[in-house]
């Protein structure tokens, strides 16, 4: 009997290790990089080069182990995990922070090498605008930024140069770069971006941070350049101005994720001091609802006050400002530039050293940003307004216009105007409509 079970035993075993024509698929027989022969073809990790599928990599299976030969064009192993191939755009790999701490207020263009490294995405290159026959006052270009948002930083570069003839314009111009929202309505309103006011005869680079405009600047998108010039080639005053237009994306994760944005007043002229057209209802209400309270609500405001001779020399020599009130609560802002002396662009010619309401010659046009988190309950719906107040609150009142004067051997005459002979009337020169341009945006941080 026991020599029966040891005989069993024995054959057992012989069948256990000696038959070696039998193999059992492994992995549904489908051959993957293991060092096993999953489909018993014979040959263990056959096809080396195509067994791993690493995304955006050539492979190799080496031993039982996937390795990466080599990544595709334009993509990065960044995280140097084989199993995530190459995964991260070489354009989203991190750069190191542009640091523009001390560029305020003039915001000037740095050296190239600061910007060494980033995306760049050139949508104007000396592209020429002036007025004549052909009004290239107004010139859009189409751009096509990066599909992806991987970007801690987003530069815009504006340089604004004399023409080929070398004769800029003679005068200070109101000038924006702004997003076309639809670009097939030639009526369309913009989301302005950056406004400048051009130097008196000489060129002018500055470089703004328009990061929080991040989710506006993927794909293709219909830049607009805006320069309030009424000079052209052979005029007396100068030939125009030739602009170039660049964005530097800056790669890496941002501080806060891109806000939603509310273009709540499209770049817009507005009158000031007309009592019977007063500015709120010019700039309009916007009514904002949350269903969560937003991690943080900023408004950005672009005001820049223009025409001279009336009462106070208003609007761009008198101290008006803008005011953003939600509900009942009012954020002023105070936007009188007292330092156009300083400017750096000082070999232009004219007025530039005189202080102006929210702007100087030859200079970028410093927003005026305000929180409003802490306004906004978190059910019930809040109401932005908009107002332009004098710098002790009040409401400007134009007592130098057309209809505020009394007829004097058939002239109408005002009291307190700026400039000479007290006409009520406008000229065009000395004595024009006191108007605002302004923006308000609203941005919202989920």
């Keep these: 009997m026991h ?125 020429d605008q002036y007025f004549g026959p052909e009004d290239r006052r107004t010139v859009d270009a189409t751009a096509l930024f990066p599909d992806v948002s991987c970007w801690q930083q987003i530069f815009m570069e504006v340089n604004l140069e004399c023409p080929a003839s070398g004769r800029c314009d003679y005068w200070d111009r109101t000038a924006s770069l702004a997003l076309v929202e639809d670009p097939q309505d030639p009526d369309s309103p913009v989301l302005e971006l950056v406004r400048y006011i051009t130097p008196y005869r000489v060129g002018m680079c500055t470089l703004m941070d328009v990061t929080e405009f991040a989710s506006r600047l993927q794909g293709p998108a219909v830049l607009r350049s805006f320069i309030d010039t009424w000079v052209g080639p052979g005029s007396s005053n100068g030939d125009g101005w030739r602009v170039t237009v660049k964005f530097h994306f800056i790669a890496g994760t941002p501080v806060l994720p891109p806000p939603e944005i509310v273009s709540a007043v499209p770049r817009t002229w507005i009158t000031v001091g007309e009592g019977e057209n007063p500015v709120p209802p010019q700039l309009g209400e916007t009514e904002l609802t949350f269903n969560e309270p937003p991690r943080l609500v900023k408004v950005r405001v672009l005001a820049t006050g223009h025409g001279q001779g009336n009462s106070g020399n208003c609007a761009e020599f008198c101290k008006l400002q803008p005011v953003v009130r939600v509900d009942t609560a009012e954020h002023a802002m105070d936007n009188w530039r007292y330092d156009c002396g300083s400017n750096p662009v000082n070999t232009q010619q004219g007025t530039w050293t005189y202080g102006r309401q929210g702007w100087c010659p030859g200079a970028v046009v410093v927003p005026m940003v305000a929180e409003i988190t802490e306004d906004l309950a978190s059910s019930a719906p809040a109401t932005v307004s908009w107002d332009m107040l004098m710098a002790n609150a009040t409401v400007y009142e134009n007592t130098c216009q057309p209809g505020a004067g009394e007829l004097v051997d058939g002239e109408e005459i005002c009291m307190d105007c700026t400039y000479g002979d007290d006409l009520c009337a406008y000229n065009g020169g000395s004595h024009t409509t006191p108007v605002e341009l302004f923006t308000g945006q609203i941005f919202i941080y989920r």
Aim: overall charge negative; aromatic content about 4%.
């Design 3 to 127: 020599r029966n079970w040891l005989a069993l035993l024995c054959c057992l075993v012989v069948l256990w290790s000696c038959d070696d024509t039998s193999c059992k698929q492994t992995n549904g027989g489908v051959e993957v990089c293991d060092g096993i022969d999953n489909d018993c073809n014979g040959t263990v990790d056959d096809a080396p080069e195509t067994l791993c599928g690493l995304d955006h990599a050539s492979s190799m299976c080496t031993g039982g182990l996937c390795e990466i030969v080599a990544c595709d064009q334009d993509w990065e192993d960044f995280d140097n995990r084989v199993s995530t191939g190459c995964e991260m755009l070489t354009m989203c790999v991190p750069d190191a922070p542009v640091s523009r701490s001390g560029a305020a207020p003039w915001y000037t263009c740095p050296d190239p090498a600061v910007l060494q490294g980033a995306t760049v995405v050139t949508v104007m290159d000396q592209v």
